[in-house]
C-alpha cells in the first residue's frame, strides 16, 4: 500500500476515503516542515495532501519516493513547480470549485469598500448614530462604475460577471491572453495594465503570484490610479507591494481598499492596514465557505488517489511530470 502524508485538518469523511486506498500519517497542525515527525513521514511518502505549508525544493530530497503532491488550494505558489516536474513528481490544485465563492469575496470587498460597511457597522456598535447619517457617512456607486481586472482567469471573469451582469459595470481587464468570449458575452475590453489603473473606478486583482507577478502593483501603479480608485487584492498579499499600497492610502492617492491577502499571513501584529478607516481586511478568506472548502478537500482526496493509482488526476498543474512518469 502506498502512504500518504496530510497536513492540514481534515474531515473525517476525507481521511477515512484516504486510509481506504494508503497508508495515512496525518498531521492536523503542521506550522512548517521542521517538525522530525513530519520529515520521518515524509522519508516513505508517495503522496502528500495540504495547504498552507511552504514547500522548499531542499524538502523533496528527503522526499524519495514522492510520486504526487495534492495541494487545497487553487493557487500553487507555496510548491517549486518546475523542479517537482524535473523530478516526475504530479501536482495537482483545486479550480473551478472555489471560483464562484472566491468571487463572491471579491465582490464583497468591493461593496463594503464603496459603501464603507464595516466602519460604519463599527459606528453603529459603538452607538454613534445619535441621529440620520450626514455627508460624513456617505459612500460611492458601485452599479454602473468601471471595473478593472487586473488577471482575467476563472475567478477574474466571474467577478466581472457580477459586475458586468448585476451590477451594470463597465469591465475592463488586462491579461496575457485575450479572451474573446469573454468580451462577447461582458461587453469587456483588453487593455493594457496602465491604461486600466487610469480609467479604473475598481481595481481588482486576481494574478497568481509568480515570480512575473511579485509586486506587480507597486508606488508606480498606485499612482496611476484615480484619487477615488477603489483597491480590490483577493490574489495573493505578495502581487501588490504593501509599503506602496500604505502610502497610496496614506496620501489619499487612492480612495480606499478591500484586502483579502496580504504580503504576510496571518497579519503583522505591526501592520497598520487594519485600522485604517478606508480600509475593509478579511483573514484570506476567499473560499472559506463551507461548502466550497468540502467540495477543495474532496478534489484533493480525489486528486491524490487517482494520482497514486496512476490515473490521470482530475486538475493536474504540471503535465510535464505526467510525461516524465508515464512515457
Ligand atoms: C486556500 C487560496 O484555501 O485556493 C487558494 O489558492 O488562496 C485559498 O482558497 C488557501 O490558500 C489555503 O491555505
Redo the contacts with the bound molecule.
Keep these: 500500500t502506498k502512504r500518504i502524508v496530510a497536513f492540514s485538518r481534515l474531515k473525517a469523511q476525507h481521511l477515512e476515503q484516504l486510509r481506504q486506498e494508503c497508508h495515512v500519517d496525518y498531521f492536523e497542525h503542521l506550522d512548517n516542515t521542521d517538525d522530525p515527525d513530519f520529515r520521518a513521514a515524509l522519508a516513505n511518502a508517495h503522496g502528500m495532501v495540504g495547504?498552507?505549508l511552504r514547500i522548499m525544493p531542499e524538502l523533496l530530497d528527503e522526499a524519495p519516493h514522492l510520486e504526487a503532491i495534492a495541494t487545497?488550494?487553487?493557487?500553487y505558489d507555496n510548491y517549486p513547480v518546475d523542479e517537482l516536474t524535473r523530478r516526475g513528481i504530479l501536482l495537482c490544485n483545486?479550480p473551478d470549485v472555489?471560483t464562484e465563492t472566491?468571487a463572491d469575496t471579491g465582490f464583497l470587498l468591493i461593496m463594503a469598500a464603496a459603501r464603507r460597511a464595516v466602519e460604519l457597522a463599527e459606528f453603529v456598535k459603538r452607538g454613534d448614530w445619535q441621529q440620520s447619517i450626514g455627508e460624513a457617512q456617505f459612500g460611492s456607486d458601485v452599479h454602473g462604475k468601471t471595473l478593472g481586472m487586473i488577471g482575467f482567469g476563472r475567478i477574474g471573469a466571474a467577478i466581472a460577471r457580477r459586475g458586468a451582469l448585476g451590477f451594470g459595470m463597465k469591465v475592463l481587464y488586462s491579461n496575457a491572453s485575450p479572451k474573446p468570449a469573454l468580451e462577447k458575452e461582458l461587453g469587456a475590453r483588453r487593455c493594457e495594465m496602465d491604461e486600466l489603473l487610469a480609467q479604473a473606478d475598481f481595481v481588482c486583482v486576481t494574478v497568481p503570484l509568480s515570480a512575473e507577478t511579485e509586486h506587480l502593483i507597486g508606488t508606480r501603479e498606485f499612482k496611476l490610479m484615480k484619487p477615488s480608485a477603489i483597491f480590490v487584492n483577493i490574489a495573493r498579499g505578495k502581487v501588490v507591494d504593501e509599503s506602496a499600497l500604505i502610502a497610496a492610502l496614506e496620501l489619499g492617492e487612492i480612495h480606499a481598499a478591500g484586502l483579502d491577502?496580504f504580503e504576510q499571513e496571518p497579519l503583522s501584529p505591526e501592520s497598520p492596514l487594519p485600522y485604517m478607516a478606508n480600509v475593509v481586511a478579511l483573514p484570506?478568506i476567499?473560499?472559506?465557505t463551507h461548502e466550497t472548502?468540502n467540495a477543495?478537500a474532496q478534489r484533493a482526496v480525489d486528486n491524490i488517489t487517482l494520482a497514486l493509482k496512476g490515473k490521470q488526476p482530475i486538475s493536474l498543474v504540471n503535465q510535464g511530470a505526467w510525461q516524465r512518469r508515464h512515457q
Design positions: 495547504s498552507g487545497i488550494s487553487v493557487g483545486t472555489l472566491t491577502v484570506h476567499g473560499s472559506a472548502r477543495m
